[in-house]
Structure formats: structure tokens, C-alpha cells
């Protein structure tokens, strides 16, 4: 690797993407890059946004591997026998699992997200089922970044009768080396604000309720996150255990709707670029990468800020000419 074009790159990275806070690059499953930003080091544990979602999607995976989960076409409301449905609400009993997964689901509110409600709820599931459905249409596109997704969360302690921390520390974490410490809870919104924030709080969010969220809320660290990359790119092997199979891995990661507004295809919570790969991506430039031809998997953890650029240029541009010829 040359060190002069490693150089670049961080100089790169302290001009224009200033709010990574480490970065860590696989070539074959080796590490041939490593380092941390903003007095971060390889100890510090960052809210990682939406790439939450891709981590509950290998744990809906995991599920339907043991048998946990029958299909991603049973209906969302067969879940939760105890909601009851208002008559008039047909729509919310067609929607799917596999809804969910894709972002076909529609939801009853429109430009105004009710995020305040939402917070302050003691059961974000309750309230996401509540707004669930409407006079949208099946099967169409909506990316709903935080209500929606914790849906998922409660399908899967209701399939599992575990917590969704249980469970994922038990079959994906534990099993990768991955250490996340224990729930966490707000008590404000002071709280939340600085867990946004922190770089040293080993977590994942959970609701009064004790479920943890499905959209965002879980922290990690870049080779954390790394290691689910290329836990995808061999196929759910890691140490010669099946960890999720293939056959949900394939599904996951490949098109089955299009946000037509930023010409993006989407699997199963997993961004999808047909043909080379896909990404885990979370707000404020959280990201892990996967290129299937090349084998290369790049992790890349930030600090938020709004509006930043794209990592997958970076990527792209500057990361992957670098490491795609190593051996």
C-alpha cells in the first residue's frame, strides 16, 4: 500500500468528510487499513443510526433460520394477537412481513413525522402499529427512518421470546466477537441528545417496554461493523459456523423495490447496487460497505452531522482504487 496515497486519503477525510471517527478496510478478509478520527480510538462506540436496520434484518434472518419466523409473507398483525385492529382499518391486515423488510409499508402519517410522540411513548412498537396502514398503498416505496421499523423488533420477541438484545448478542454478536454492553434507556431528552454524541456508550436503545429499536439506537465500532460486512461476503460463515445462511443473505441483498426519487434499489434493510455489492447506511455517514466482485469491505463510523457527503463516493473514488489491486 502506498503511503503516500494513504496520506491523501486522510488528508481527504480531515478536509471533507471531518466527522469520521474511524474507518477500518478489508481485502480478502485481512485488515489492510485501520484509524480513528475526532479522538476516537479503536475502544470508542458510536450511535451508528440506520445501519440498525441492516442488523435487524440479519437477526429476521437468523429467525426464519431456526424457524422462529414461517415466511416474510405472514401478515404483520398475526404477530401481535393482542393489538386490536379497529374494523375500518383494513389496509393495516395485508401488511406483511416482507412490507416491512422492503419499505412497502404505508403508514397513516404524511409530512409530518410525529417524532416527539414517538420519543415521549412509553411502547414504540404500540405506537408504530398504531400509525401503521391508512389510505396508503401496499407495496409502494416509503423509507420511514425511525417509526416503522420498530415493528420489526417486536416481531421478533414475540417469535423469539427472547429481547431482541437477547437474541442478537446469543446468535450474531457473541459469535463475531462483538460486545454491546447492555440496554440503554432515556430518561430525557438531554439524555438522547448526548447519547447522540457520546463515543464511549456500548448500547442499544431500547423503549420502556424493554424492546430495542429496529431503525436506529445501536452503537458500534468500525471493526464491529466490519465484521458483519464480511460475515455477508463469506456467505454467514465466520469461523466455520453457519451464522446466517446464504439463502437469506442472497434475498437480503438483492433489489426488490427502488426509491425512483434517488434512483436507490433496496432489499431486505440493506441498500443494493446490482451486480458489485451493497451498503448499511446510517445518518450522519455511518456505513459498511460490501463489493462482492472485488471482496473488499469497508466500515466507516461518524460522528453526526447533518447534510454530509456520501461515503459510497469516497468509497468509490478513493478507498477502493487503493486496496483493490493489494494481495
Given at each position: ?258 426509491w425512483e426519487k434517488l434512483n436507490l434499489s433496496y ?61
Amino acid at each position: 500500500m502506498n503511503q503516500e496515497k494513504v496520506t491523501e486519503l486522510e488528508k481527504k477525510i480531515n478536509n471533507d468528510y471531518s466527522n469520521i471517527a474511524g474507518m477500518v478496510v478489508l481485502k480478502e478478509g485481512e485488515i489492510r487499513y485501520e484509524n480513528y478520527f475526532n479522538e476516537c480510538t479503536a475502544a470508542s462506540r458510536i450511535h451508528v443510526y440506520s445501519v440498525t436496520k441492516s442488523i435487524i434484518s440479519i437477526l429476521i434472518g437468523i429467525a426464519m433460520d431456526k424457524g422462529y419466523i414461517k415466511s416474510i409473507n405472514q401478515k404483520v398483525i398475526d404477530f401481535f394477537p393482542d393489538y386490536i385492529v379497529k374494523r375500518s382499518e383494513k389496509t393495516i391486515q395485508n401488511v406483511t412481513l416482507n412490507n416491512l423488510l422492503t419499505m412497502t409499508a404505508p403508514y397513516k402519517y404524511k409530512l409530518f413525522t410525529p417524532y416527539i410522540k414517538y420519543f415521549t411513548s412509553d411502547d414504540w412498537v404500540k405506537f408504530s402499529l398504531d400509525l401503521l396502514g391508512g389510505r396508503g398503498q401496499i407495496g409502494e416505496f416509503r423509507y420511514t427512518p425511525l417509526i416503522g421499523p420498530d415493528i420489526l423488533s417486536g416481531i421478533l420477541v414475540k417469535a423469539t421470546g427472547q429481547s431482541v438484545f437477547e437474541f442478537a448478542t446469543e446468535n450474531l454478536f457473541s459469535p463475531l466477537g462483538i460486545t454491546v454492553e447492555s440496554n440503554v434507556n432515556f430518561h430525557s431528552k438531554e439524555e438522547q441528545l448526548a447519547f447522540n454524541k457520546a463515543k464511549n456508550i456500548s448500547g442499544w436503545v431500547a423503549d420502556k417496554a424493554g424492546v430495542n429499536t429496529g431503525g436506529w439506537g445501536l452503537t458500534l465500532s468500525p471493526t464491529d461493523m466490519a465484521k458483519i460486512g464480511q460475515l455477508y461476503l463469506d456467505g454467514g460463515m465466520w469461523n466455520g459456523k453457519q451464522i446466517v445462511s446464504t439463502r437469506w443473505i442472497d434475498e437480503s441483498t438483492k433489489e426488490h423495490n427502488r426509491w425512483e426519487k434517488l434512483n436507490l434499489s433496496y432489499g431486505y434493510l440493506w441498500w443494493v447496487e446490482n451486480g458489485n455489492g451493497y451498503a448499511a447506511m446510517g445518518d450522519g455517514g455511518n456505513v459498511i460497505y460490501v463489493n462482492t466482485k472485488k471482496k473488499i469491505v469497508v466500515s466507516i463510523v461518524s460522528l453526526f452531522v447533518p447534510k454530509v457527503k456520501d461515503r459510497i463516493e469516497l468509497i468509490k473514488e478513493h478507498i477502493e482504487p487503493m486496496f483493490e489491486n493489494c494481495v
